[in-house]
T-cell receptor
């Protein structure tokens, strides 16, 4: 299957700092990338959908000024958690989808575990 | 509203067969996905069904009945490494994935 990388895999930061997470599709061009958050023992929660070259579409309840998403190229999307607080501690996972029909499989990155102290 | 239901937890014995069910009610249907997620890791793709019937892939098979809004994932010859959560997800008419809460599968020796 397609390969999606995510960096960093784990990050610990102080409250009030910003953290940037990168998501890359390594062997295909991802027209659409998705950012999810998952709390322990809970299902995936979609935060936002981003298409290359356009603004991300955020799900209800997700603050777009706090979670900045940039999908600058067909192989790279970044999520920046601005002014992180302990309640932002979670497992952040990106996924990427090739093509434009919408029916292509989403392939997930390995996830980034964020701990805000 | 949109809803995906699957059991919270199941237990099975190594070498046995287990069936994980998923029922859904969504606005439109563009396919159903099964993903496997080991603890602390991201989901990995297992299968995709868009037509009725059974899709077999090695020890794993996935079945779909669109008229019943029902799917199952069948795991044969269970191995300890199959202990994981199994997520059912349906793609709705807007091509958005609607996720179930996942079924935690515990394999006992």
């Amino acid at each position: 299957g397609a390969v999606v990388s995510q960096h960093p895999s784990r990050v610990i930061c102080k409250s009030g700092t910003s953290v940037k997470i990168e998501c890359r599709s390594l062997d295909f061009q991802a027209t659409t990338m998705f950012w999810y958050r998952q709390f322990p023992k809970q299902s995936l929660m979609l935060m936002a959908t981003s298409n290359e070259g356009s603004k991300a579409t955020y799900e209800q309840g997700v603050e777009k000024d706090k979670f900045l998403i940039n999908h600058a190229s067909l192989t790279l999307s970044t999520l920046t958690v601005t002014s992180a607080h302990p309640e932002d501690s979670s497992f952040y996972i990106c996924s990427a989808r090739a093509g434009t029909s919408g029916m292509e499989t989403q392939y997930f990155g390995p996830g980034t575990r964020l701990l805000v102290l | 509203g949109q809803n995906i239901d699957q059991p919270t937890e199941m237990t099975a014995t190594e070498g046995a067969i287990v069936q994980i069910n998923c029922t859904y009610q969504t606005s439109g249907f563009n396919g159903l996905f099964w993903y496997q997620q080991h603890a602390g890791e991201a989901p990995t793709f297992l299968s995709y069904n868009v037509l009725d019937g059974l899709e077999e892939k090695g020890r794993f098979s996935s079945f779909l009945s669109r008229s019943k809004g029902y799917s199952y994932l069948l795991l044969k010859e269970l191995q300890m490494k199959d202990s994981a959560s199994y997520l059912c997800a349906v793609m709705d008419s807007n091509y958005q994935l609607i996720w179930g809460a996942g079924t935690k599968l515990i394999i006992k020796p």
